[in-house]
């Protein structure tokens, strides 16, 4: 069993930064493709970014790319969202989802594939 917790979310000024992480207090997440998700309010959860377990090979939403760094720390047990340059339009719930696949990309943006286990979000909010 995967126990996802998120953390790191909060209010950040437009072109702020934030480091979200997403720890497991159950099998390690090594065993897992990691994704990053988020849901802004009255739209569709979407994908933001994932990592493979086997290779650890990223894959990011266009909308993230160059901005937003996904990691991965085995020691730590923690997958990490690292945040820059944020917008008003990032404001949303961010979630992590666990996958048993060993190479995530073909499922990175399509939040129904991810039938395994998530976390209960954490509130990200760009404003100033």
């Known amino acids: 069993q995967v126990q996802l917790v998120e953390s790191g979310g909060g209010l950040v000024q437009p072109g702020g930064s934030l480091r979200l992480s997403c720890a497991s207090s159950g099998a390690p997440l090594d065993y897992y493709s990691i994704g990053w998700f988020r849901q802004a309010p009255g739209k569709d959860r979407e994908g933001v970014s994932c990592?493979?377990?086997?290779?650890?090979?990223?894959s990011y939403a266009d909308s993230v790319k160059g901005r937003f760094t996904i990691s991965r720390d085995s020691a730590k047990n923690t997958v990490y969202l690292q945040m820059g340059s944020l917008k008003p339009e990032d404001t949303a719930v961010y979630y992590c989802a666990a996958h048993p696949t060993r190479i995530v990309r073909d499922i990175c943006g399509i939040v129904k594939s991810w039938v395994y286990y998530w976390g209960q979000g954490t509130q990200v909010t760009v404003s100033s």
């Open positions: 990592i493979s377990r086997s290779d650890g090979s990223r």
